[in-house]
């Protein structure tokens, strides 16, 4: 698992990429939140394929009359 402690430049650069312009105090949570999101993102499985996942092989017309 990757550090799941990221630097405060490191989502300064993510929040900039993602057009946030917060004030200090909403920023600091958004360092602080951003943690748990990392960690969160690093406990997805990444060897699974796409066509494993149901809702990508959901086919409503079978339920059509």
Do not use: K, N
Request: negative net charge; hydrophobic residues 40%; without cysteine.
């Amino acid at each position: 698992m990757a550090d799941a402690s990221p630097t405060p430049e490191e989502v300064a650069l993510l929040a900039r990429h993602a057009g946030l312009d917060l004030p200090a105090e909403y920023f600091q949570q958004l360092v602080s939140a951003y943690g748990h999101v990392r960690r969160m993102i690093d406990r997805l499985p990444l060897e699974r394929a796409r066509d494993d996942e149901p809702a990508h092989t959901f086919d409503p017309r079978a339920f059509m009359p």
